[in-house]
């Protein structure tokens, strides 16, 4: 009794039409997964940070502690 040979004619179009099918919408699955569990968040996270931010008083808090060169604190 032998083993019967391989199929290996059209082997690799038949596992390609097996496997991209799922490759391809595990991939749009991740893509949106991802969306949805970090740029979301992270997109909320800055609107909500620069609803409250004030960049003139920012600026003026750097400025008198001394962390830029070309302006000089106000006490100076």
Known sequence: MSLPKPVMRGLLGKRLRFHLP?????????????????TEPRKQAYADFYKQYDSV????????????????PSGE
Do not use: D, P, Q, W
């Open 22 to 38: 799922i490759a391809f919408t595990l991939s749009i699955i991740s893509a949106i997964a991802f969306k949805y569990a970090v």
């Open 57 to 72: 008083k920012e600026f003026n808090a750097m400025r008198e502690a001394g962390i830029f060169e070309s302006v000089r």
